[in-house]
């Protein structure tokens, strides 16, 4: 399985863009970047994903690296309601989806 | 709207009083998931259905267990839980991998065990 590997935690002035990494060095040819967020107490919160286009919707914007390596999620506009854990998952060839330790993000007014 | 719904959303059973978690999904998906999520960790898968098909992680304890009557309903019965057994239980659902789609979640059951 590919494994994913982010920052355990960041934080973002209001209002700037906020730019979450992830390594997945060890991703296959046909694998899928997908990235969520959970918000405390709540379900994990679809985002975007990605194969290796760059992509962009109403959320945020996934770019990712030519090798596929590595991905970025990028949210323009950070607001206090994006304050959350961001988890990065590359689909497993069957239908598994297998969370890493994610990234805490901490959106500073 | 479609969703995944999970019932209840706060369940307290006694120590080792078997107990069972609930999700519908009006998606019609045809893979549905559980996941475990202890107190700042994240979802740890437990297994899923594709279809009728059964998959169990390697290390899922075999106090969990699982059923799909049906493609909306799916059901994780928790046989004799024990203190390390409270969590907060997510159900997802997707399409098959083929379709390269997302999965859905519910918002959780949070299992209390006294």
């Known amino acids: 399985d590919a494994k994913t590997t982010q920052p355990p935690s960041m934080d973002c002035a209001e209002g700037r863009a906020a730019n979450l990494p992830c390594n997945h060095s060890?991703?296959?040819?046909?694998?899928?970047v997908y990235w969520y967020r959970q918000i405390h107490s709540q379900g994990p919160q679809y985002i975007i994903h990605g194969l290796k286009n760059n992509e962009t919707n109403e959320m945020a914007s996934l770019i990712i690296t030519e090798d596929r390596k590595s991905s970025t999620l990028i949210l323009p506009h950070a607001t206090l309601r994006d304050t959350a854990v961001y988890y990065c998952?590359?689909?497993?060839?069957?239908?598994?989806?297998?969370f890493g330790t994610g990234t805490s993000l901490t959106v500073i007014p | 709207d479609a969703m995944v719904i999970q019932n209840p959303r706060y369940q307290v059973t006694q120590f080792g009083k078997p107990v069972t978690l609930s999700c519908s999904q009006t998606?019609?998906?045809?893979?549905m998931y559980w996941y475990q999520q202890k107190s700042s960790q994240a979802p740890k898968l437990l297994f899923h259905?594709?279809?009728?098909?059964?998959?169990n992680e390697a290390d899922t304890p075999d106090n969990f267990q699982s059923r799909r009557p049906n493609t909306s309903f799916c059901f994780l019965d928790i046989r004799s839980p024990g203190l390390g057994d409270a969590a907060m239980y997510l159900c997802?659902?997707?399409?098959?991998?083929?379709?390269?789609?997302?999965?859905?979640f519910g918002d959780g059951t949070r299992l209390s065990i006294l």
């Open positions: 259905y594709y279809d009728k098909d059964f998959n």
């Open positions: 060890t991703i296959s040819g046909n694998e899928y």
């Open positions: 997802a659902t997707s399409r098959d991998a083929g379709s390269h789609q997302p999965q859905h």
């Open positions: 998606l019609n998906h045809n893979v």
């Open positions: 998952i590359v689909r497993h060839t069957g239908n598994q989806f297998y």
